[in-house]
């Protein structure tokens, strides 16, 4: 049950667009169309951004994407706010019947 | 609207126990598979434990096998989780969070409490 690994900080600017990585192996992000994103505050609870690689839930900004290429997910936030400063984690499923997350990224909007 | 309270955390010793309590409430709490997810001060997220909706089957983390139980019941829209045999390493926020499917086999977690923070130390 090893965590995905994810960049561990990104930065953008106010508008610009940036790519948070999620690498798994084929037992887990690659095996399944089960990667989900979650965005945190300090001292909150996480909140669902993105389920299944690529489906919003409803509320969430359409500025807001995922996708999948093998063992690696992609979250993607376009047109950058500094309200999207925040942690994000993305999850998978596993072939064990479990979940695992990624060791969270910490946006920075400069 | 979906609601989910925990409650039960504190401070306990190495080598002791605790149970956790999530109340739920705003959905259909029988139909849904629930998780238990810790963070560690200033860590990330780890996937502790998983009910099916009925209480059939379920999964735990190897971090945690042998030592945490999760359960819940039906009748109060409750979910628990049992913590025995505690460690320093046990230190976290647990969140209960709600799954969007009935069993396992995939899914996500949809709605998220608000935590309960457990510190283990003598």
């Known amino acids: 049950q090893s965590a995905l690994t994810q960049p561990a900080s990104v930065s953008g600017s106010p508008g610009q667009s940036i790519t948070i990585s999620c690498t798994g192996t084929?037992?887990?992000?690659?095996?399944?169309?089960?990667v989900s994103w979650y965005q945190q505050y300090p001292g909150k609870a996480p909140k669902l951004m993105i389920y299944?690689?690529?489906n919003r839930p409803s509320g969430v900004s359409n500025r807001f994407s995922g996708s999948k290429s093998g063992n690696t997910a992609s979250l993607t936030i376009s047109g950058l706010q500094a309200e999207d400063e925040a942690d994000y984690y993305c999850s998978s499923y596993t072939s064990s019947s479990t979940w695992v997350f990624g060791g969270g990224t910490k946006l920075t909007v400069l | 609207q979906v609601q989910l309270v925990e409650s039960g955390g504190g401070v306990v010793q190495p080598g002791g126990s605790l149970r956790l309590s999530c109340a739920a409430s705003g959905f259909t709490f029988r139909s849904y598979g629930m998780h238990w997810v810790r963070q560690a001060p200033g860590k990330g997220l780890e996937w502790v434990a998983f009910?099916?909706?009925?209480?059939?089957?379920?999964y735990y983390a190897d971090s945690v096998k042998g030592r945490f139980t999760i359960s819940r019941d039906n009748s109060k829209n409750t979910l628990y989780l049992q913590m025995n045999s505690l460690r320093a390493e046990d230190t976290a926020v647990f969140y209960c969070a709600k799954s969007n499917g009935h069993n396992s086999g995939g899914g996500y977690f949809d709605y998220w409490g608000q935590g309960t923070l457990v510190t283990v130390s003598s």
């Open positions: 299944d690689v690529s």
């Open positions: 009910t099916q909706y009925d209480g059939s089957n379920k």
């Open positions: 084929s037992s887990d992000v690659g095996g399944y169309n089960y």
